[in-house]
């Protein structure tokens, strides 16, 4: 069963092949059996998940259930969950429990799909490769030696893993499609403004946006137009209609134009990942699809720019952990000065001090126009290549991540792990959706094509990977982990 699409469960839930609770079950033995060496949950929600399961199966028999009631999910530990702890990774929330639901988790229990916890990531969704964790790294399950990438880990392993056929990300920078590339699955990361923020704890709120990691397109298809849509409690969420993604996946690639970024090919990318994505590109050119080279000129400028924005956002984002109303306090403080230092002290990761620093720094008088502004003012440019490239081609293609998923420990550089965001960073800063396909491998380790749109094409960017998954089978790949077991 864990080798299963989305779709395929969901079609053999309808059958009564099997049901809500013995999917569910055997799940919760999968990750039972194969977590403690993955560390891709923090938190596993097995007797609700049961007790759930069995709800949807009741739905089900009585002719209630919609077509995602009893699949089985896992949820980024960065979405608010009523009763289950929310801990961002992080020290500071490693007992906080949510009074709501964030909005996509609402939408997901009233699709009637079961939660089976929450999963590892990088402390308050800061880093490449799921390392910066409170609770550990996560392991790649293609090699336990590499890491799964950041700073969804948890997700992107549990679902290359098969201990859930899918699960939600977030992505400021990348964090979906990086781990989904180092992983072997499929993540997209929706237009901003496409998925609620509601109860997502916020990192960097101008760039942060939820979407699905899954096996397919198909399957990413199915939970973005689950989880899309206007909310009234998310003021950026935009009051657009959304489409039905399922339905549109099966468009022609018929004189598609295909941009290449030069500067997605230059220095830095490793062969190997290069010789895979050409050869994807090679498969939509045999589809029909016409290529050309583009240029993205400020390309340069994404990382400075968004290592600026990002820090300078979270900075006061994460201001409100003092240990005053909720999260991590310290012991005995013996004033209110005392009661701040020493909580922030012990509750925050060193990743995550660091961007407080410098992003206090840069929004700091006489250094705010100088940092900041400047980096707002790149960042319409990296928006206006984008809308320029757009003018000419449909959709872009290259690489997620310039390398393959590199062994753990071995970016100790922060400067280094930052680098990694070269390809997926821009998106953010320019708000459009991205999508990361599985396209081959380096050695041992998955390789991921990288498919960008206009603002809200989502359904071409899921289409356009549907179609290459209807011709390849990269994303029917499995690793050797947890292959003995049922
Ligand atoms: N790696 C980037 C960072 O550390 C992106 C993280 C993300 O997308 N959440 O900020």
Redesign the pocket.
């Known amino acids: 069963m864990h080798d299963k699409t989305l779709t395929e469960l969901a079609a053999g839930l309808q059958a009564g092949e099997f049901s809500s609770r013995e999917l569910c079950q055997a799940a919760l033995e999968r990750i039972e059996h194969l977590d403690g060496e993955l560390n891709s949950f923090i938190t596993v929600t097995a007797e609700q998940a049961l007790a759930n399961a069995d709800a949807a199966d009741r739905a089900r028999e009585a002719g209630d259930a919609g077509p995602l009631a009893g699949l089985p999910l896992a949820l980024k530990d960065i979405f608010c969950t009523q009763g289950v702890r929310t801990s961002c990774g992080s020290k500071m929330l490693d007992d906080f429990v949510s009074p709501y639901d964030a909005t996509v988790v609402e939408k997901l229990r009233q699709a009637g799909t079961i939660n089976l916890g929450k999963t590892n990531m990088?402390e308050f969704?800061?880093?490449?490769s799921n390392e910066?964790s409170f609770y550990g790294p996560v392991k790649n399950p293609w090699d336990l030696s590499a890491v799964p990438g950041?700073?969804?880990g948890g997700s992107a392993a549990a679902v290359a893993a098969g201990l859930v056929p899918a699960a939600l990300g977030?992505?400021?920078?990348?964090?979906?499609r990086?781990p989904a590339a180092f992983c072997g699955i499929t993540g997209l990361k929706p237009t901003y403004g496409r998925v609620s923020r509601y109860g997502m704890v916020a990192?960097?709120s101008s760039?942060?946006q939820g979407g699905p990691m899954a096996r397919t397109a198909a399957d990413c298809a199915l939970l973005l137009e689950t989880i899309a849509g206007h909310d009234v409690r998310d003021s950026t969420s935009v009051a657009r209609v959304v489409p039905d993604y399922s339905a549109e996946l099966d468009t022609s690639l018929a004189g598609l134009k295909i941009g290449l970024p030069k500067e997605y090919f230059g220095d830095g990318l490793d062969p190997e990942v290069e010789t895979a994505v050409r050869e994807a590109i090679k498969v939509y050119e045999s589809l029909g699809a016409k290529v050309c080279e583009v240029s993205l000129p400020h390309t340069h400028l994404a990382i400075p720019a968004?290592?600026v924005i990002?820090p300078a956002e979270a900075s006061s984002n994460l201001s409100r952990y003092d240990g005053v109303r909720f999260g991590h306090r310290c012991e005995d403080p013996t004033d209110l000065e005392d009661l701040y230092k020493r909580t922030r002290a012990e509750g925050f990761g060193e990743?995550v001090k660091r961007?407080i620093l410098i992003g206090t720094h840069t929004l700091s008088e006489g250094f705010f126009d100088a940092y900041y502004l400047k980096a707002q003012q790149v960042r319409r440019l990296i928006r206006q290549d984008f809308l320029d490239a757009f003018d000419e081609v449909d959709v872009l293609m290259g690489p997620t991540a310039p390398t393959p998923a590199f062994d753990l420990g071995a970016q100790k550089d922060p400067v280094s792990?930052?680098l990694?965001?070269i390809y997926?960073?821009a998106v953010?800063l320019a708000g459009i959706p991205g999508i990361s396909v599985p396209a081959g491998f380096a050695g041992k380790r998955p390789v991921g094509l990288q498919v960008l749109a206009p603002h809200f094409a989502e359904a071409q960017l899921l289409g356009v990977a549907h179609q290459f998954q209807q011709a390849t089978d990269w994303h029917l790949k499995r690793p050797a982990f947890g292959k003995e077991m049922a």
């Open positions: 990088d969704a800061m880093g490449s910066n950041g700073s969804s977030t992505d400021t920078g990348g964090s979906i990086q990192y960097a760039l942060d968004y290592y990002a990743e961007r792990m930052y990694q965001d997926t960073i953010n």
